[in-house]
């Protein structure tokens, strides 16, 4: 005789981590969010959509990469799950959608409630900051796939926009100006050269950095600023044409994105001080300059382009809500690149 718990997968912690979860999705919470009785399904009602005149509905899905990894070395789990809300939300209001609610999955080697109920505390954190509910996930035990230890995150998003105020390349002119939303540090992208050299220089994440006035772990698991309403309010306030969010690919890469094909953006390296943290990284492993650009945020965690009016009202705006902005650089003619001077 044999059972599914001695295959290594562990019903009952499965039920327990939901009961342990239950008040902390519960502060996600929308008003569009409806109870579903099978509890199969996450239900949002979508008679919310009958003000808008043309309503598009978007969708992103995205990981933490590989912090998670560091955030089970350091057995610190409750701020990873707003690394992803990030992540996924921050991709939505791009466009100038809305995020209204998110899924996630958890995959993971044994479920350990009381981490699970962590990990997914810190997804219904980072959806209330974002003004989205999480209606549902999924865990799954992957014995013999994935240590005792080890799990994985992923999330999607389903946001809207109404059609004729969608942002995007479409609306960029020459002289609009570009403007940096600073980053809460190194985000959720480039951990596995994060890793790399930790590896190669033998840092200890628990070591207090002087340059940080913390330790390097505690620098490592800072969570991913979350965006969302901060830009839906600047949209709503002021003239913006378009946003790019800064992950994987750098500024560059993926202000380019944000770009129609006859416009550059020129960026002013000494408009602002990276973080010490890409400092400390890029001295330890001596990185080159180009890898850093191309790997990390370097402090600018979004970038929105706005006319040139809208340049000082923009800055006031983003100043009263706590959000350090600044002037990164122009939009000029060209070919569709960002560049920096």
């Known amino acids: 005789m044999t059972s599914y718990a001695a295959a290594g997968v562990d019903i009952d912690a499965g039920e327990r981590a939901v009961e342990l979860m239950k008040a902390k999705v519960a502060r996600s919470r929308r008003p569009e969010v409806v109870d579903d009785a099978s ?42 799950g707003i690394d992803l809300v990030g992540m996924v939300v921050d991709d939505l209001v791009v466009c100038g959608a809305e995020p209204l609610f998110m899924t996630d999955y958890i995959a993971c080697g044994k479920v350990v409630p009381e981490r699970i109920a962590e990990i997914v505390g810190g997804v219904a954190e980072g959806c209330r900051m974002a003004g989205c509910a999480l209606i549902g996930g999924e865990t799954a035990e992957h014995p013999g796939a994935m240590g005792a230890q080890e799990y994985d995150l992923a999330g999607a998003a389903t946001g809207v926009v109404e059609a004729d105020r969608m942002l995007g390349r479409d609306r960029v002119r020459e ?25 190669l220089a033998g840092l200890s994440l628990g070591a207090e950095v002087p340059e940080l006035g913390r330790t390097l ?30 992950t994987g690919g750098g500024l560059a890469g993926n ?33 080159a300059q180009a890898d850093m650009d191309r790997t990390f945020n370097l402090g600018v965690g979004m970038a929105a ?37």
């Open 39 to 80: 509890g199969f399904a996450g239900l949002f009602d979508a008679s919310a959509l009958l003000g808008y005149r043309r309503p598009l509905l978007t969708t992103s899905t995205d990981g933490v990469g590989t912090k998670v990894m560091l955030a089970q070395r350091l057995d610190k789990h409750d701020t990873i």
């Open 175 to 199: 002289g609009d100006v570009v403007l940096a939303l600073a980053s809460s540090g190194i985000h959720s992208n480039g951990y596995s050269l994060v890793r790399h050299i930790i590896k």
């Open 217 to 246: 772990g505690e620098e490592l698991l800072e969570p991913t600023r979350i965006y969302s309403l901060d830009c839906l309010e600047l949209a709503r306030s002021v003239d913006v044409h378009a946003y790019a969010h800064i």
């Open 255 to 287: 202000l380019s994105r944000s770009l129609p094909p006859t416009l550059d953006a020129l960026l002013d390296r000494s408009s602002w001080t990276p973080p010490a943290v890409f400092e400390v990284l890029a001295g330890h492993g001596k990185v």
């Open 305 to 341: 382009i706005v006319g040139p009016d809208a340049v000082d009202p923009a800055l006031a705006l983003l100043a009263e809500r706590g959000l350090p902005a600044w002037v990164l650089g122009e939009i000029v003619a060209g070919d569709g690149q960002a560049r920096f001077r």
